[in-house]
C-alpha cells in the first residue's frame, strides 16, 4: 500500500466507548472517524470547513463505503490518512486510509462522496471558492510532479 498523495489528517486513539462486545471498533465509528480526518484535512490544507460553510457552501455525504481489513481494538492509536481523488462543480469525493500506529497494518480504507451545495442545499453547477482551491492544489501538486 502506497500513501502517496495522501495527507496525514490526524490521529485518533480508540476509546473504550468505541468498541463492541468483542472489543473491536464497532463499525460505525469509521464514518465518524472519516469526518474527523476531512475537517483536519482542510484545516491543514490551509482552510478549515468551518470557514466554508460560513461561506455558505455545505458538503452532505451522499455516499460512503469502508472496507474493514483488520480490527481495531481499544486504546491502539490510528492514524487517519485523507485525500480529494475527484472533484466536480457538484461534488468532491475524499478518500481514506487507516492504519494502526504501532505496526502500521491497513485497518480499514473507504471514501466519502460530497454535494456540493448552498445553505439551501442545492447543488452548484458553475465554479465556486471550493471547487476552485482544490483544482489549485492539484495542479501545485502536478507541478511539483513534473518537476521531480
Request: proline share 3%; glycine share 6%; hydrophobic share 30%.
Amino acid at each position: 500500500m502506497t500513501l502517496k498523495d495522501y495527507t496525514l489528517a490526524t490521529t485518533v486513539r480508540v476509546r473504550y466507548s468505541e468498541t463492541d462486545q468483542m472489543g473491536v471498533v464497532y463499525y460505525a465509528n469509521y464514518l465518524d472517524w472519516f469526518e474527523v480526518a476531512r475537517t483536519e484535512f482542510c484545516r491543514l490544507s490551509g482552510i478549515p470547513y468551518s470557514k466554508w460553510e460560513e461561506d455558505g457552501l455545505i458538503l452532505p455525504v451522499v455516499e460512503s463505503h469502508c472496507r474493514y481489513k483488520h480490527p481495531a481494538r481499544y486504546d491502539d492509536q490510528i492514524q487517519i490518512w485523507c485525500r480529494i481523488t475527484d472533484v466536480k462543480v457538484y461534488s468532491v469525493t475524499f478518500e481514506y486510509r487507516l492504519l494502526r500506529a504501532s505496526d502500521y497494518k491497513l485497518i480499514a480504507e473507504g471514501w466519502t462522496k460530497h454535494g456540493c451545495t448552498n445553505c439551501e442545499g442545492r447543488l452548484y453547477k458553475n465554479e465556486h471558492p471550493f471547487y476552485n482551491w482544490v483544482l489549485s492544489g492539484e495542479d501545485s501538486g502536478k507541478k511539483e510532479d513534473q518537476g521531480k
